[in-house]
């Protein structure tokens, strides 16, 4: 049993309420009441705070029903918004969600510059401009949360970034010191593996999200919480040895897995054999719809690779769900039959293997959501997608 004191017992409570709001959409007092277990005297006062800070409103049920339409309670999506950045090489994507979860505003740009400097202003200036396009509503722009890829430490500094080289930066420091408004730093694979977790595999415990970019990346979510490792750099899957003496990596080993099983590994390979640049992903998919027989070689071999690490991560982690995100693969007809089909251990199980539904904004999404649940203070966010919305 948790004990403490009133003020602490009390903002437990609030968490709570506000996350069964958010996770059934509209309820009623009573309905909260047998959901948390709280007596309807707590959820009473409680849910008048929340009526007061305009974080929830009341609604009429719509439907016919016999008798007294309840008055439900849902969340007051618009009451502020939150800024969640994918910071890849060269390209940075940029998603604002209101409360509830739900992208309002997406936009993606190439970067001509590798330089951090150059880089840091761009974020600065765009920063700014959606704190100003956001700042009507009751909260206005929250906090931005910023996915990098590569290693982050506890205090949010960045290790290493192997694409850019950068080492050591203090990226929040520096935004801190040009911007008012809360900043936080966190590794993309983690964001994502959050975004899986909160917006598509509620009942998930135990997953993990791999990311087959430009590198390979793993977060990893253990009885529903981010799992970090000591310094914060728990993941980097993708330079696990799978090949003795194999090609040179940056991170100073040979054989790293993900120079074989990213996709820029495949693509690097694709346009070699091809003999084809540049190769964009509809060139791909026309190559696989046409049945070419060297992109099918090479696919083929590259899905053995493929579960060569995954077989490893298996057998290291006996996972609920594994979920994969790659533009390629989802190209590929019956990919996940043909992963499963090399996954013959008796002593590798799993769950579920799955592509990736929310692909490349699950880092920027992840980000929006984790921001909610810290403004929020709530113990954790259950979220649902309208259709469409993250579709192409
Ligand atoms: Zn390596």
């Not at 579920?352 to 403004?375: P, T, V, Y």
Request: charged letters at 25%; a negative charge.
């Amino acid at each position: 049993m948790i004990t403490g004191d009133g003020a602490y017992i009390k903002k437990i409570n609030r968490g709570l309420i506000l996350s069964k709001i958010i996770e059934h959409k509209a309820v009623s007092r009573a309905d909260l009441s047998k959901i948390t277990g709280l007596n309807k005297a707590t959820i009473s006062v409680q849910v008048a705070d929340l009526l007061n800070d305009h974080l929830i409103y009341e609604t009429q049920q719509e439907h016919n029903v016999v008798g007294r339409r309840p008055i439900l309670l849902s969340i007051n999506r618009s009451a502020g918004y939150v800024l969640g950045i994918d910071l890849d090489y060269k390209y940075i994507q940029y998603t604002v969600s209101d409360l509830g979860g739900h992208p309002v505003d997406f936009h993606a740009v190439e970067l001509e510059t590798e330089n951090y400097h150059d880089i840091l202003k761009i974020l600065i200036d765009q920063i700014k401009a959606y704190q100003e396009k956001w700042s009507a509503s009751t909260y206005g722009l929250i906090s931005v949360t910023i996915g990098i890829h590569g290693t982050v430490n506890n205090d949010e500094r960045i290790n290493f970034v192997p694409t850019y080289q950068w080492q050591n930066i203090g990226l929040k420091e520096d935004l801190n010191k040009e911007l008012d408004i809360e900043i936080s730093i966190q590794n993309n694979a983690n964001l994502s593996a959050y975004a899986e977790r909160v917006y598509q595999y509620h009942e998930s415990n135990n997953l993990l999200c791999i990311m087959l970019f430009s590198g390979i990346g793993v977060g990893i979510m253990i009885d529903r919480k981010l799992h970090k490792g000591f310094h914060g750099y728990a993941g980097e899957m993708g330079h696990m040895i799978i090949r003795q003496d194999g090609d040179a990596c940056n991170c100073g080993n040979r054989g790293c897995w993900e120079l074989y099983s990213s996709e820029k590994s495949l693509l690097k390979k694709l346009k070699k054999h091809l003999h084809r640049t540049p190769l964009s992903y509809d060139d791909i998919r026309q190559l696989i719809e046409e049945q070419d027989p060297t992109t099918l070689e090479i696919l083929e071999e590259y899905i053995i690779d493929l579960s060569t690490g995954l077989n490893n991560i298996i057998n290291m982690y006996n996972p609920e769900t594994l979920v994969l995100t790659s533009e390629i693969l989802k190209m590929y007809p019956d990919v996940i039959e043909k992963i499963k089909s090399n996954l013959k251990s008796t002593v590798s199980e799993y769950g579920s293997l799955a592509l990736s539904e929310l692909g490349k904004k699950s880092c920027s999404m992840g980000a929006c959501a984790l921001a909610i649940q810290r403004f929020l203070e709530v113990p954790e966010v259950v979220l649902t997608l309208e259709n469409t919305v993250v579709k192409k």
